[in-house]
Structure formats: structure tokens, C-alpha cells
């Protein structure tokens, strides 16, 4: 039998981290943040003092550069060069930074063999935007997470807050807008649903409910 794999994709702050952790935990499987691929990019051009417009130095850069991502099952860790770089992942440079480096063909090719490594030959629950589009479209379970925008700009405040960030709601809900405009206009892998994913709206439910969904269904599909 092929080890199960759950693509979980939607926009960010629909809840997508943490209900990915809990159905990993739940179930057993591997859990695995896509983003902090992109992320880890965004980091190596940053670091290298170029600019992540620069799309031939971003090529270049992230060809070279040595990501590698390691997973226990609730964590991940991504390296850089061998190095634990996953806290600095979440500084809004990288952030905005990812948005832009992952509109490239070269960058994206490069991610998506690595995320298709991670999920090879054990069960995974992976987190994206394209993972039930384009990474694994034959994945048995798709998941499209979303949620109003007001509600994900106030889950990130929150968690922003929580990892000692000084933010504001309208900061918060001015760089949500401008991320979703780049995941879903982008060129290559938009931010969509896949035509067989379940689509779940979060706007009114906590993670626990989400997750109690999502086993339902991989029960329903007799996948557990
Ligand atoms: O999920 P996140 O916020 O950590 O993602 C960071 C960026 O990477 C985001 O702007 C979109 C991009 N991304 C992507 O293009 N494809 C994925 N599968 C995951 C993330």
C-alpha cells in the first residue's frame, strides 16, 4: 500500500500550520511546511545581499543554495547550509521575500522535487498552496483551508504577538492582502483549490474542529 499523503493548501492564517500538526500527530505521519522551503530560499538571497526581484541573481542564488528540511513528526526544522535556520524563517523580510522569490519557474522546480523527497515512501501531511495542485495531485485527501480575511489577519496579530512581534491588526491585515495578491496572481501554481479538494471555511471553527473534519474524511475514505 502507498503511505498515505494529506495535501492541506489554502491562503495564509486560514489555520493551515496548526490543524496540519494536530491530523500528523493524530494519525502518525510525518508533518511537513512547504513554506518553510520558500522561506529557507528567500533566506539564502537575503543573505546574500541580493534583492528578491533580482530574478537572475534569485536563480542563481538558490541553485546553489543547500536546503534541507527535517522532520520528527510535529516539527520541522529547515536547514541552511547545515545550519538550524528555522526561527529566523519567520521574520517578515522572509516573509514578503518568499512571496516574491516563489513566483520564479527555477525556484519553484527546485522546491517542489524537494517537498516530493520528503513525502517519498512514508506518510506525510503537507501544508501549501499547491500541494494538492501540483506537488502531490494524486494525493488520496486534499484540503482547501480557508477563512475570511478579517479572521486570518486577526490569527496572525495573535501569533505575531505571540512570537514577541509588536504588530498592529491593520499592519497585520494590510500584509495578509498583499500576500494573498501575489500567491493568487502569481503565473506558475497560483493559490487554488484543486478540483477534488474539500474545501473547509475555519472562519468559525477552532483547530480542533478542523482536524475533526479532516480524520472524519480520511475515515470516510477508509485511508485510516
Ligand atoms: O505558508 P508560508 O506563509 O510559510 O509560505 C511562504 C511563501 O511561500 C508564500 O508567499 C507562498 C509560498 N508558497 C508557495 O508558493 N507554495 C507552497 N506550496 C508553499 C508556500
Known amino acids: 500500500m ?8 489554502g491562503p495564509a492564517g486560514a489555520g493551515k500550520s496548526t490543524a496540519a500538526q494536530k491530523v500528523a500527530e493524530r494519525l502518525g505521519l ?26 537572475r541573481a534569485v536563480s542563481e542564488l538558490v541553485e546553489r543554495a543547500d536546503i534541507g528540511l527535517e522532520t520528527d513528526g510535529v516539527r520541522s526544522q529547515v536547514l541552511l547550509g547545515g545550519r538550524d535556520v528555522s526561527a529566523e524563517l519567520r521574520a517578515p523580510k522572509v516573509t514578503l521575500a518568499a512571496a516574491k522569490v516563489s513566483r520564479l519557474r527555477s525556484v519553484r522546480e527546485k522546491m517542489v522535487a524537494l517537498q516530493r523527497a520528503l513525502g517519498r515512501g512514508r506518510g506525510v501531511v503537507m501544508e501549501g498552496r499547491d500541494i494538492g495542485t501540483v506537488v502531490f495531485p ?8 480557508q477563512a475570511d480575511p478579517t479572521e486570518r489577519a486577526r490569527r496572525r496579530l495573535l501569533q505575531e504577538r505571540d512570537e514577541g512581534r509588536a504588530a498592529s491588526l ?6 495578509i492582502g498583499r500576500r494573498d495578491q501575489l500567491d493568487a496572481e502569481r503565473k506558475l501554481s497560483p493559490l487554488v483549490a484543486a478540483r477534488d479538494a474539500i474545501v473547509i471555511d475555519s472562519t468559525k471553527l477552532d483547530s480542533e474542529q478542523v482536524v475533526e473534519k479532516i480524520v472524519s474524511l480520511a475515515r470516510a475514505r477508509n485511508l485510516i
Open 2 to 9: 502507498q503511505p498515505l499523503i494529506i495535501a492541506i493548501d
Open 138 to 145: 494524486e494525493a488520496p485527501l486534499k484540503i482547501f483551508l
Open 30 to 55: 510525518a508533518y511537513v511546511d512547504s513554506g518553510a522551503t520558500y522561506r529557507a530560499a528567500a533566506l539564502a538571497v537575503l543573505e546574500a545581499g541580493a534583492s528578491p526581484e533580482d530574478e
Open 170 to 175: 491593520e499592519q497585520t491585515a494590510y500584509e
